[in-house]
């Protein structure tokens, strides 16, 4: 079956960084458009960023300039580099497989941005 497993997360000063890693498994990785999203505390879950088949990458825009995401299909594996991180970006991150936030995901890792 599917399985994404988020790895990564962690306490961090504002302006710092964290690289999330995702591990895919139970489906054909290098043939599905991934994503990340994101669930901040009494909030709705949000798209974050995604990277196509061929590797076209896609950003909300709040996050653009700061985070980016990339595959490797050798590897079976999804990442997030998220730089200049904001108290803001304080949030469960799910990685998932698919454009949208309906799509399945993984059991998501904290991020937490706090001086």
């Known amino acids: 079956q599917v399985q994404l497993v988020e790895s990564g997360g962690g306490l961090v000063h504002p302006g710092g960084s964290l690289r999330l890693s995702c591990a895919a498994s139970?489906?054909?990785?290098?043939?599905?458009?991934m994503s990340w999203a994101r669930q901040a505390p009494g909030k709705e879950l949000e798209w974050v960023s995604g990277i196509s088949v061929g590797g076209t990458t896609y950003y909300a825009d709040d996050v653009k300039g700061r985070f980016t995401i990339s595959r490797d299909n050798y590897k079976n594996m999804l990442f997030l580099q998220m730089n200049s991180l904001k108290p803001e970006d304080t949030a469960v991150y799910y990685c998932l497989r698919g454009s949208t936030v309906q799509s399945t995901r993984g059991q998501g890792t904290q991020v937490t941005v706090s001086s």
């Open positions: 139970g489906f054909i990785f290098s043939s599905s458009h």
